[in-house]
């Protein structure tokens, strides 16, 4: 089955950054690969970036690419996200979800959310 | 690659079937066969969930009222009898090139 656990709603100021965590557990974590995606209340769901499991490789929007780093930890399991320079534009609920290294069997495992809000 | 959806809101009787269209700017087949179209359904203040994947595959536990069809650039979701648990907004993605892309979502309600 597996679970990812992800840490808490977090508030910050517009130029600020912020580190959302994503812990795994009841999986082999260098199975499977981290992506993220966000969605901004009322909206629909943006791919943000994917992160390989054993932290060799990673992949950003386009949009995003010169403000976000994604990093994976084999030690504890977990994934990490971090967005600078944070404007009011990125506020949304971020999601990470695992990913199947090797066979493609869909984003299967979604964490519950971080709320992220940007404001003066 | 960008992903359209229709329609974007669905109003749907208890018992009666339901389709949701997912088009894509470029085909989704991979050289092994596979079209990589996803569906998920995001349930009312809840994180998605994986429905169907790599066009016609249901996710572990996914009812086989629910079925994925299609190939290439063209890809319809299908309920065949829609129950209250169905109610939610639907999403199609193409998982074939980084960045994975969304369509804009399709609301199920019932009447």
């Known amino acids: ?120 | 690659i960008v992903m359209t959806q229709s329609p974007l809101s669905l109003s749907v009787t208890p018992g009666e079937p339901a389709s949701i269209s997912c088009r894509s700017t470029q085909s989704l087949l991979h050289s092994s066969g596979s079209n990589y179209l996803d569906w998920y359904l995001q349930k009312p203040g809840r994180s998605p969930q994986l429905l169907i994947y790599l066009n016609s595959n249901r996710a572990s536990g996914v009812p086989d009222r629910f079925s994925g069809s299609g190939s290439g650039t063209h890809f319809t979701l299908t309920i065949s009898r829609v129950e209250a648990d169905d109610v939610g907004v639907y999403y199609c993605m193409q998982a074939l090139q980084t960045p994975g892309t969304f369509g804009q979502g399709t609301k199920l309600e019932l009447k």
């Open chain 1, 1 to 120: 089955q597996g679970q990812l656990v992800q840490s808490g709603a977090e508030v910050r100021k517009p130029g600020a950054s912020v580190k959302v965590s994503c812990k795994a557990s009841g999986y082999i974590f260098t199975e499977y690969d981290i992506t993220w995606v966000r969605q901004v209340a009322g909206q629909g769901l943006e791919w943000v970036g994917w992160v390989s499991s054993d932290n060799s490789k990673a992949n950003y929007a386009h949009n995003l690419q010169d403000r976000v780093t994604m990093t994976a930890d084999t030690s504890t399991s977990t994934a990490h996200m971090e967005l600078k320079s944070l404007t009011s534009a990125d506020t949304a609920v971020y999601y990470c979800v695992r990913e199947h290294r090797v066979y493609y069997y869909g984003m299967d495992v979604w964490g519950q959310g971080t709320t992220v809000t940007v404001s003066s």
